[in-house]
């Protein structure tokens, strides 16, 4: 699976943002999927992640209930929408995703991920 991540940009603070992740080279049909972020000099980190049916998500503490991570997987897709950004949100953003075998977890380690998209930045400004 090849993954492609786009939608970032610069917003001010409490704008919106809505990321998206288009998969090709296989279907995402039984994928889990996640998004991670990393900002300068800090580790990589799980923001959210979703399904392969997209029944479930979980959400890292500090992004409950601002973000939300969805799928279309008839048109091998992914987004992230993102409301009431802050300038601790800024950072290069990645989606994964991993095959399942039909298990319906969300998965929240980047080992677990074994498909990456190339990142997208997002900026936010104070």
């Known amino acids: 699976v090849q993954l492609q991540a786009s939608g970032g940009g610069l917003v001010q603070t409490g704008g919106s943002l809505r990321l998206s992740c288009a998969a090709s080279?296989?279907?995402?049909?039984?994928?889990?999927m996640g998004w991670f972020r990393q900002a300068p000099g800090k580790e990589r980190e799980f923001v959210a992640g979703i399904s392969w049916s997209g029944d479930n998500t979980y959400y890292t503490d500090s992004v409950k209930g601002r973000f939300t991570i969805s799928r279309d997987n008839a048109n091998e897709m992914g987004y992230l929408q993102m409301n009431g950004l802050k300038p601790e949100d800024t950072a290069v953003y990645y989606c994964?995703?991993?095959?399942?075998?039909?298990?319906?977890?969300?998965?929240?380690?980047?080992?677990?991920?074994?498909?990456w998209g190339q990142g997208t930045q997002v900026t936010v400004s104070s």
């Open positions: 080279g296989r279907t995402l049909y039984m994928y889990a």
């Open positions: 994964a995703a991993r095959y399942t075998h039909g298990d319906g977890y969300v998965y929240t380690a980047g080992r677990d991920y074994k498909f």
